[in-house]
């Protein structure tokens, strides 16, 4: 529907129009009927279901099926296929208020940013196969084969192959590593190498993208074994031996891989900045609150400045961080190149979040490393977005490159 106030944006041109626009197509109240729909949803989750959890080191099945349920994991499939049809705007405010609810979305949340390659580079027969049958969730697709234990960062030097026979199969040889959530999804989202580095055209050609079918081969031909972190993460390595992938299952074009996930990391690092955001939130606000029943020497201990200050700086930084998401998420909608917003958007919000986590637990005292206050927990979650999906160290380096133009350090 044409919204009255498009006009103005007249004299606008480019991005800058698409961003307005994009803005005003997202009304306050209706992401706030978004966030009153998760914080309702989390509250069936509290404390006490997570730090079962943590213990047994156990997926939230349970949490994963209401959100699913609720439409919210297939928020960015459009509605042709059964899905939400959100924006990233809206996908970011479902992901920042399950963490700002004390509930954690890393279980489910590359559902979300893996749609972004499928949707923009998949064909039509491949969404018509998928995106309805996720979007109800009679299938998970949570799994994203990247990183690799001898090239980490380095995603240009993957070594897992995939050899085309004939006009039907890849074979698929290899390993992968940090890849979470494998033993809960059915599909997985795998970058492979088509054609040997040394042969490529291009430094970014000869790698390929591949829907993988995991039920297909579970224990024969695609061995899983789980990696025991310090967070309840579902995280693991994965083996793939003469993984025979119909061709048919190919994304896009041969040697093209790198520039498709390209699409859906920007996504991923806006929608894990919205998480950071969330927990930021969830920190700042149980700390206040602890502040102003605590009382120590007769008085709150909000009431000292050595408490509040703390706790204001960790605001400010949120605030701060939580304005470059927003528009790192403009940024994507309208369709222009948003890799430095995306990347500073994720980088700040880690560290915001971090800051939070750190304040949080000063606050507390003691009381913030006991299990029933969950501020362990979440300390713990959210410490690892200093170093996945991204390390902070990596983001610098490519701002100092590709915005600054300092000398490539790597």
């Not at 959890?53 to 042709?80: H, N, Q, S």
């Not at 380095?154 to 192959?161: N, Q």
């Not at 390993?175 to 040997?196: F, G």
């Not at 000292?304 to 930084?317: L, M």
Request: aromatic content about 8%.
């Amino acid at each position: 529907m044409m919204r009255p106030w498009i006009p103005v944006f007249a004299g606008m041109s480019g991005v800058n129009r698409a961003m307005a626009t994009a803005q005003s197509d997202h009304s306050p109240d209706e992401l706030a009927q978004i966030r009153a729909s998760v914080r309702a949803l989390c509250a069936g989750f509290p404390g006490e279901y997570w730090r079962g959890l943590d213990r047994a080191r156990a997926y939230p099945g349970d949490f994963v099926a209401a959100l699913t349920k609720a439409g919210f994991l297939g928020a960015l499939i459009p509605e042709e296929y059964g899905g939400s049809g959100l924006t990233l705007i809206e996908a970011a405010a479902i992901m920042e208020e399950i963490h700002a609810c004390g509930c954690n979305g890393a279980a489910c949340h590359a559902q979300m940013y893996t749609m972004g390659t499928l949707l923009r580079h998949g064909n039509a027969e491949q969404k018509q196969r998928w995106l309805p049958l996720i979007a109800s969730g009679e299938l998970r697709l949570q799994a994203f084969g990247v990183t690799e234990p001898t090239s980490g960062t380095d995603t240009l030097g993957l070594r897992t192959t995939a050899v085309r026979e004939g006009n039907s199969d890849y074979v698929i040889n290899g390993q992968k590593i940090w890849t979470s959530r494998a033993e809960h999804s059915d599909l997985m989202l795998l970058l492979a190498r088509t054609t040997p580095r040394e042969q490529a055209k291009t430094r970014t050609g000869g790698l390929s993208v591949f829907v993988v079918d995991m039920r297909l081969a579970q224990g024969t031909n695609i061995k899983i074994n789980p990696i025991r972190t310090m967070m309840n993460h579902a995280t693991t390595e994965v083996f793939f031996d003469d993984l025979r992938v119909p061709a048919e299952y190919l994304i896009g074009e041969e040697g093209a891989g790198f520039r498709y996930i390209l699409t859906g990391m920007n996504a991923e690092r806006i929608l894990i900045a919205a998480e950071c955001i969330g927990d930021a939130k969830w920190f700042i606000a149980k700390a206040s609150a602890y502040a102003k029943e605590r009382e120590v020497f007769g008085r709150p201990i909000g009431q000292n400045q050595g408490v509040q200050f703390p706790i204001a700086r960790a605001y400010s930084q949120m605030r701060a961080a939580e304005l470059m998401v927003r528009e790192a998420a403009l940024l994507y909608e309208a369709g222009g190149d948003c890799g430095p917003e995306a990347n500073m958007a994720k980088l700040l919000a880690a560290d915001a979040s971090w800051a939070a986590a750190e304040m949080c637990v000063q606050t507390h005292g003691g009381f913030g490393f006991a299990e029933e206050f969950d501020i362990e927990r979440k300390f713990r979650e959210t410490r690892l977005y200093q170093v996945a999906p991204i390390s902070t160290n990596l983001i610098l380096a490519y701002l100092a490159e590709h915005v600054l133009g300092l000398p490539r350090s790597y």
